[in-house]
């Protein structure tokens, strides 16, 4: 079954974006994908170090205590990569950008597995940077030569204290129809 992975880079365990990551995996799996949740809890991921050894040794990064190498593999295993982040003043996660700059650089330095594949970004937050974190996540697709899938609004969600997302029907349903998005064009590529 054609594989979709989803970057979950909040540190706090069964908090919101955790929920969003489930909420769309759900969908993906109901549309005929099959998706893998990868939390960032616990993992610390260091910026990238400029050495380009990723382009000399192709398909892995110099970083290798942090585990992204791990991560690399499943993703070149998957047809759709979703990153997902709760807002931190006002935009995505350092772990998250420090993850996605890494994993680009891996992608342009070896075989460009990451073009083609099908996704986009979720943000979580308590109350305002949502859109300046999904733009600013957009910004890893569309270098990468990624296709990214839309919903009914911005794949944007509103919540504080762990499981204060719940509350937030709108922004499930929206994450929802963006997860079965993604696997209806997963399907209908070759
Ligand atoms: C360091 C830090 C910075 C934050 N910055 C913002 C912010 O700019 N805007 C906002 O609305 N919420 C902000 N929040 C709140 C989180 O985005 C919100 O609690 C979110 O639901 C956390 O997701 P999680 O439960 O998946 O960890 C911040 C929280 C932390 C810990």
């Known amino acids: 079954m054609k594989k979709v992975i989803i970057l979950n880079a909040s540190p ?3 908090g919101n974006t955790d929920i969003l990551c489930r909420t769309c ?4 799996e109901k549309n005929g994908c099959e998706a893998e ?4 809890r616990g993992k610390s991921f260091k910026s990238c170090i400029a050495c ?6 192709k398909g892995e990064c110099a970083i290798k205590d942090d585990g992204l190498n791990e991560i690399i593999d499943k993703i070149k295993d998957a047809k759709g990569l979703i990153v997902a982040s709760p807002v931190y003043f006002g935009t995505a996660r350092g772990d998250m950008m420090s993850a996605i700059q890494r994993i680009s650089m891996v992608s342009y330095g070896g ?4 073009s083609g594949m099908v ?14 974190t999904i733009q600013e996540l957009l910004m890893f697709y569309f270098i990468n030569d990624m ?3 839309g919903s009914d609004y911005w794949n944007m969600a509103f919540g504080k204290a762990p499981g204060e997302v719940e509350e937030d029907s709108e922004g499930l349903a929206v994450i929802s129809k963006f997860g079965a998005n993604v696997a209806n064009i997963i399907n209908k590529m070759n």
Do not use: M, Q, Y
């Not at 075989?111 to 990451?114: K, N, S």
């Not at 943000?123 to 305002?128: D, N, Q, T």
């Open 147 to 149: 296709i990214v899938a």
């Open 37 to 40: 949740i990868i939390s960032f």
């Open 119 to 132: 996704g986009g970004p979720i943000a979580v937050a308590r109350r305002g940077g949502h859109t300046a």
């Open 111 to 114: 075989d460009r597995f990451l």
């Open 52 to 57: 380009n050894t990723c382009k000399e040794k």
């Open 12 to 14: 706090r365990a069964n």
């Open 25 to 28: 995996a759900e969908a993906i």
